[in-house]
């Protein structure tokens, strides 16, 4: 059987780009899959809408390619910091480059060494919760985006008493990617804030602190000639935006969704290990991130062939509500019998590097949360981030009753 070509499909236009669409996808993705079971249409271009067509062609990675340059031209970014950012980082690059790059910060994310860092998570989020649960009320997603941040300031050893400065330039450089091209100059400032406070951060740590860090780790890199100057100050700026945007964007994802759960919220405070289930179903449900790949050469799955030099969008946050492969996907079930894995860290050789160390965090944020910030409740309706690149909710205002500490459990 001949193999269509993409463009020769009649396929349904989804409006991605608009304030409709991020905060409720579900009703475009009913009407594209009813034209055709696994391919939709953008202004960005095709969308891949099926979890099996998500799975499979990102594992493809002789055919994709990351898009640097790329994005960069859509946002008129060339000879700029934030473009070359883009252009060089380590989810641009390719082969021994990119396994290089990986391999400088792989073990510092490692299911071993998260699991050492899982009591600094529990002593920061503990801190927090002190400082934040008399408010009564809050934006949920302003208390979260000062959890992650400083466990990754723990990992590399940074001040955390530093983070204010920079925080509203790493909420810019979360949102880079969604290539909304009106931005670009607030991105730039925030990325040359950023890039200014890793200088310093390196500068005073020097070549000899024997911390035994993730930074140490890196500077020694640097040193031994594996890391070149720029790519060291690159990687931390990656490292800052990552530990930042995506858990965060998490935790609130998860707070918005057991507002409507009271009662798994209270079965939250008192079981670590539901909590486990609760941050697995809510990555099938909703979860943060959007990611694009360019092809490299001419793609044939399931009788359609995607031409080479095409962009294509995997929108990873909503893969897990394929009704194909998961009975009733829009309804949030922890105990859902069917256990496969969750798309929301992607696939292939630039699967996230994070993802352990994002998923303890909001284990562990979710379990000592739901013990101080008891029967949360909406003040005012959720505001949704632009849906391309790293989505989720830029504004969660609630209200709750406090709760005074528990004892610590035992470790």
Known sequence: ????????????????????????????????????PWLAMSAIGPVLTSYRAIDEIMRMDDALKMPGGEIVSIMGAEGTGW????????????????????GSVSGAFGPNNVKRMRPVMIETISALLDEWAPKEAFDFAEFAANFPVRVMFALIGGDVSKLPAIISSLEVQGTSFNMIVEDMPQIEEAYQVLWRFVDDLIEERGPDAGKGDLLDDLIAANTRGELSDKELRQMLVFLFGAGYDTSKNLLTLLMNTMID????????????????????????????????????RDVTWEGVTIPANTMLLFPLGISGRDPTLFAEPLRFDPARPDRTAPLAFGRGMHICLGQFLAQANVEEGTHLIAQRLTNPRHTSPAQWRSFAGVWGIKSLPIAFDPAPARVPEPA
């Open 261 to 296: 759960h009271p009662d798994m919220w209270q079965r939250c405070a008192q079981d670590k290990d539901f909590c486990r289930q609760v941050v697995r179903e809510q990555l099938r449900h909703t979860s943060p991130s959007n990611t694009y790949r360019f092809t490299t």
């Open 83 to 102: 473009g070359d950012f883009a252009q060089e980082m380590m989810l641009v690059r390719e082969g021994p480059d990119h396994q290089r790059l990986r």
């Open 1 to 36: 059987m001949t193999a269509q070509r993409i463009e020769d499909l009649d396929l349904f236009l989804l409006p991605i780009d608009t304030p409709e669409f991020a905060g409720d996808p579900t009703p475009w993705l009913e009407k594209a899959r009813a034209k055709h």
